[in-house]
């Protein structure tokens, strides 16, 4: 392996990857928080329960994607470098690069959700959401 570059582009960086069955599994424990990294917006239609929202990127346009600059600090107040928690987005392709930055920045036992968020609601291990009024 060559060095771990802290460059943001990720490619250097091991990323351990769980797929929804074993994310549930961690989340059922209680012992794994989440790290939903979508906009906000999307977000709001829909997440995992007790998942705190860190947005990957600010804007997502057909022109091209504005990273957040501050996406690592702003999970670093969230955070603690060693402690549990799964990255997930939509889809998994945002979230592998959202963990990597996380993983290059020091964070040590951080996992990326396989397939992000749909794969989530399709796993036959989720508990299906029930309307919350809070």
């Not at 402690?83 to 040590?108: H, K, N, Q, Y």
């Amino acid at each position: 392996m060559g060095s771990l570059r802290s460059s943001g582009s990720g490619a250097a960086v091991p990323v351990e990857s769980v797929d929804p069955e074993a994310a549930c599994a961690l989340l059922a424990s209680g012992q794994y928080g989440y790290v939903d990294v979508r906009m906000w917006e999307d977000f709001d239609k829909g997440h995992v329960a007790g998942a705190r929202n860190v947005p990957y990127y600010l804007s997502v346009t057909p022109h091209g994607k504005e990273h957040n600059p501050h996406f690592v600090d702003q999970v670093a107040a969230l955070h603690a470098k060693e402690d549990r928690f799964l990255v997930g987005c939509r889809s998994g392709i945002r979230s592998r690069l959202a963990t990597a930055d996380l993983v290059a920045a020091g964070f040590t036992s951080v996992k990326n959700l396989e397939g992000g968020y749909l794969s989530l609601l399709k796993s036959a291990s989720y508990p299906q959401p029930t309307a919350s009024h809070h």
